[in-house]
């Protein structure tokens, strides 16, 4: 009669449990070359490219990718933005009780998230066609690129309310675009070493 490990109990003529491999003596003698059991070569995988695109090999994200992920960052990113602007517009109106308070807060909060979300994803989206088309026209992408898309897209967003307003969005998307360029550069530069 066999009996567990705790000494209790019969179990009649249930089979011991098979050896299992330890994992940390893989080699010639132990016939495994996978501590999961696998028998496959792992030095055979290394000869192929771990990219299932050969476009992913660049280190580059594809221009979909980067159109959909900027889209959706300055989404969310205006959301908030707006979302706290319209607490604050509500916050500053003087109403009587807690619920009427409440009320203006929320009306707020409603009319300035979605009015920012939609006009920094409309932003980010027309930016990112504008640079794909010109990295495409000029075979390169560089800081000229970013900062002509840029002064391009502030400008294109505000055409439709004026000369001034023109020109304020070109500015603006210019100035955006050199300090995010600059910052980049000095995060690569200064930080980006240090990590490793």
């Given at each position: 009669m066999a009996r567990d490990s705790l000494g209790s109990g019969d179990f009649g003529s249930v089979p011991a449990p098979p050896m299992l491999a330890n994992p940390y003596?893989?080699?010639?003698?132990?016939?495994?070359?996978s501590p999961y059991g696998l028998n496959i070569d792992p030095s055979v995988l290394k000869d192929e490219s771990e990219f299932i695109f050969p476009t992913d090999s660049t280190?580059?994200?594809?221009?979909?990718?980067?159109?959909?992920?900027?889209t959706g960052s300055c989404y969310m990113a205006g959301l908030g933005i707006g979302s706290l602007w319209g607490v604050g517009e509500g916050l500053a109106r003087p109403q009587g009780s807690g619920k009427?308070?409440?009320?203006?807060?929320?009306?707020?909060?409603?009319?300035?998230?979605?009015?920012?979300?939609?006009?920094?994803?409309?932003?980010?989206l027309m930016y990112r066609l504008m640079d794909s088309a010109v990295v495409k026209a000029r075979g390169t992408d560089d800081s000229i690129n970013k900062v002509a898309c840029a002064v391009a897209t502030g400008a294109l967003f505000k055409s439709t309310a004026g000369k001034r307003a023109v020109l304020i969005g070109g500015g603006l998307g210019a100035a955006i675009s050199l300090s995010s360029i600059i910052m980049a550069k000095a995060m690569t530069e200064n930080w980006l070493p240090w990590m490793y």
């Open positions: 003596d893989l080699g010639a003698s132990s016939g495994l070359i280190g580059k994200r594809p221009w979909g990718e980067r159109l959909l992920w900027s009427l308070r409440m009320n203006s807060i929320l009306n707020s909060l409603t009319r300035r998230g979605p009015f920012l979300a939609n006009n920094f994803a409309v932003v980010a």
